[in-house]
């Protein structure tokens, strides 16, 4: 009885911090005039790690091919490229765009899973041009 107690007690501690998974937000819409409108709510958030950039992927589960990445350049500075649905190509929002709003922030956690840092921040972009509107608000944290 006493081992089985220790058991759960140690499964039950590790569910809060052995990483319990990514905490995702908000909402992605694009209205292109020409490539059409989507809009997509994260629900997976991969660390930039994996693919050597300080950032993140943010997809869908079950869309067909929209997703962000919003990454932290060191000389660059932050930037968002959103995929474009049935295209081979991507729309790229910078700081230094003409947008009315643009605040990212991409941030380290405190937990490292398989040496990857989780990471975490937002992006509430709003940026309008002839022909073209996208709005993101976006919050995201855990992402290994």
């Not at 039950?12 to 694009?30: F, K, N, P, Q, R």
């Not at 660390?47 to 997703?67: I, M, P, Y």
């Amino acid at each position: 009885m006493r081992r089985s107690s220790l058991g759960l007690f140690l499964f039950l501690g590790c569910g809060s911090a052995c990483g319990s998974g990514d905490d995702l937000g908000g909402m992605l819409s694009v209205d292109s005039d020409e490539y059409g409108a989507w809009t997509m709510s994260p629900t997976t958030c991969v660390s930039g790690e994996h693919r050597q950039f300080f950032g993140v992927d943010l997809t869908e589960r079950g869309d067909g091919g929209s997703g962000v990445r919003i990454v932290d350049d060191p000389v660059d500075g932050y930037s968002l490229a959103m995929n474009i649905p049935d295209h081979d190509l991507a729309l790229v929002v910078t700081a230094a765009g003409e947008c009315e709003m643009f605040d990212v922030h991409v941030e380290r956690g405190n937990v490292r899973v398989n040496n990857i840092w989780a990471i975490q921040g937002h992006a509430v972009v709003e940026c309008r041009a002839p022909g073209l509107e996208i709005v993101a608000d976006l919050q995201f944290s855990g992402c290994t």
